[in-house]
C-alpha cells in the first residue's frame, strides 16, 4: 500500500502532519512529533507586528531621540506576548532541522508587505523547506472595496515568490465574495499550495468587567464540513497543491480530506487535544481503512470525491441546501 503524497513540492510518506500550533515551540515535542510519523513539521507564525516591532527597537538605538517610538511601541503587542522574537524564530528552524530528518515548513502572518520579503528570504536561509504565508486581514473598512482586499494578498504572494525559491503556500480564509475565483487567482499568480482554512480566534465580552476578551476553542471534526466542500470545488479547477487544517480529529476525518481533493492533512486541535502521539494513532487508523476498503495508494483516494468525480456533486452546490432545509423535522 502506498500512503505517499507531494505536498508543495516534498515527497511525503503520508499526508499527515501537525498544522501551525505551539506544538512546535518546544523542541523535544518537535521529536515525538516525528517518532510517531509526522511527515513534515509546520511551524507557528512569525508575526509582522513581531519584524515591525523589531525594526522600531533597532531604530530606538540609531535613533534615540525620535519623537514618536515610544507611542508607535504601544500599538504593537508586549514583546512578551510572543514565544519567539524574529531572530529567535529563525535559529529555531536551524534548531528543528538539525533535530530531525522531516520537512519544515515555516509561516509568516500579516496583512502589509513589511518585512516579509526580507524575512521570507532569511526563512528560506535558516533552512525550511517551504513557507506558509498566513495573511490575517480584517476588512473593516467600508470604503475598502473586495477587490483591493484580494489585491493586497496577491502582492504580497507575488513579492515572496520573487525573493525566494522555496515552495509558497497561501493559507486562506473562508471569507471571500467568490472563493472560487480568488483562489484561481492565486494559482495563476504561482501559489505552490492552498491551505484550507484559517481558523480565526473571535474576540468575546465580558459583560461583568465590561472588556473584550480572547476566546480560543479547539475544533471539533464538525469543523471540517466546510472545508470538505471547498476542497471539492477547489481540487478539480486549481493546480496548487491543497491543505486541510481545521476539523481534522480522526483517520474518517482524513480519509473524508483526501477523497475531496487534499494533497496534505495539518492537525491542531486533536494534537493538543491529546497529544503528539494521537498523530500515530489517526495515521495507523488510516492505513487499516485504507486497507479494509481496498485502497492501493492515497493517489487512487485523492479527489475521489470532489465536484468533478463525485456521483452526487451538487451536493457541493445548492441543491443540497434546499433538500437539507426540506427534509427537516422537529
Not at 517518532?35 to 509546520?42: L, N, S, T
Not at 498566513?134 to 484580494?150: C, K, M, R, S
Not at 525566494?164 to 467568490?178: E, R
Not at 492501493?296 to 432545509?325: D, K, T
Request: net charge negative; glycine share 8%.
Amino acid at each position: 500500500m502506498d500512503l505517499s503524497t507531494t505536498y508543495l513540492g516534498l515527497r511525503l510518506p503520508h499526508p499527515l502532519m501537525p498544522g501551525a500550533s505551539p506544538l512546535v515551540d518546544d523542541l523535544d515535542t518537535v521529536r515525538r512529533l516525528e517518532e510517531a510519523g509526522a511527515a513534515a513539521i509546520v511551524m507557528h507564525s512569525l508575526f509582522e507586528e513581531q519584524i515591525i516591532q523589531d525594526q522600531l527597537a533597532t531604530f530606538s538605538h540609531t535613533e534615540p531621540h525620535a519623537e514618536s517610538f515610544a507611542e508607535a511601541l504601544t500599538y504593537l503587542p508586549r514583546p512578551g506576548e510572543y514565544a519567539l522574537g524574529p531572530g529567535q524564530y529563525l535559529a529555531h528552524i536551524e534548531r528543528i532541522r538539525a533535530a530531525v530528518a522531516v520537512p519544515v515548513i515555516a509561516s509568516l502572518n500579516g496583512t502589509t508587505m513589511g518585512g516579509w520579503v526580507e524575512y521570507a528570504r532569511r526563512i528560506q536561509d535558516a533552512g525550511a523547506n517551504a513557507l506558509e504565508l498566513n495573511i490575517y486581514y480584517l476588512a473593516t473598512d467600508p470604503q475598502e472595496p473586495g477587490a483591493a482586499v484580494e489585491q493586497r494578498t496577491l502582492d504580497i504572494l507575488a513579492a515572496v515568490k520573487h525573493a525566494v525559491t522555496i515552495p509558497v503556500a497561501v493559507k486562506l480564509s473562508p471569507f471571500f465574495s467568490s472563493l472560487g475565483h480568488f483562489a484561481a487567482a492565486l494559482d495563476a499568480a504561482g501559489a505552490d499550495g492552498l491551505v484550507l482554512f484559517n481558523r480565526f480566534y473571535q474576540p468575546d465580552i465580558d459583560v461583568e468587567n465590561l472588556e473584550v476578551i480572547p476566546r480560543v476553542d479547539l475544533s471539533t471534526s464538525s469543523e471540517l464540513l466546510l472545508r470538505l466542500r471547498w476542497l471539492a470545488v477547489l481540487s478539480c479547477q486549481v493546480r496548487a497543491d491543497l491543505a486541510v487544517t481545521g476539523g481534522v480529529h480522526t483517520a474518517t476525518d482524513a480519509v473524508k480530506a483526501i477523497m475531496a481533493g487534499a494533497s496534505a492533512v495539518q492537525m491542531v486541535s486533536g494534537l493538543l487535544h491529546r497529544g503528539p502521539g494521537h498523530l500515530k494513532v489517526v495515521l495507523n487508523d488510516l492505513r487499516q481503512w485504507m486497507e479494509e476498503h481496498e485502497y492501493e495508494s492515497i493517489a487512487q483516494m485523492r479527489g475521489s470525491m470532489n465536484l468533478a468525480r463525485s456521483p452526487n456533486p451538487g451536493a457541493f452546490e445548492r441543491a443540497n441546501y434546499i433538500r437539507v432545509l426540506q427534509g427537516w423535522r422537529g
